[in-house]
């Protein structure tokens, strides 16, 4: 069974920074896909980025500039979402995602299992 769950989330200032971090019983070295997506209330998810089990990341917001980056703790089978220069537009519930088939996308429709979201939010 994959269990998805995300931790890490909370206040901070603008150009602060977060690291999220996905947990799983299925990550790192079960094959799937890996993204990270975003979701204000009455907004459509967006995607934020993707890891595969090959090692391959993407980035999706066209408003990231560098400043998101995936990284990995194999020994824990953690993922993790390193957030710099935090800005107020960057407030959402960030959620994880786990897809069966190893590839990234940035659509919603690719992932199959989720987490139940972590919040972050940037102040001015």
């Known amino acids: 069974q994959v269990q998805v769950a995300e931790s890490g989330g909370g206040l901070v200032q603008a150009g602060g920074s977060l690291r999220l971090s996905c947990t799983g019983s299925e990550l790192v070295f079960g094959g799937l896909a890996v993204a990270w997506f975003r979701q204000v209330p009455g907004k459509e998810r967006e995607g934020v980025s993707c890891t595969t089990w090959s090692g391959r990341s993407e980035y999706y917001l066209d408003s990231g500039e560098g400043r998101f980056t995936n990284s990995r703790d194999n020994a824990e089978r953690t993922l993790y979402l390193q957030m710099n220069n935090l800005k107020p537009g960057d407030t959402a519930m960030y959620y994880c995602?786990?897809?069966?088939?190893?590839?990234?996308?940035?659509?919603?429709?690719?992932?199959?299992?989720w987490g139940q979201g972590a919040q972050v939010t940037v102040s001015s």
């Open positions: 995602a786990a897809g069966p088939y190893g590839s990234c996308s940035s659509s919603r429709d690719d992932y199959i299992y």
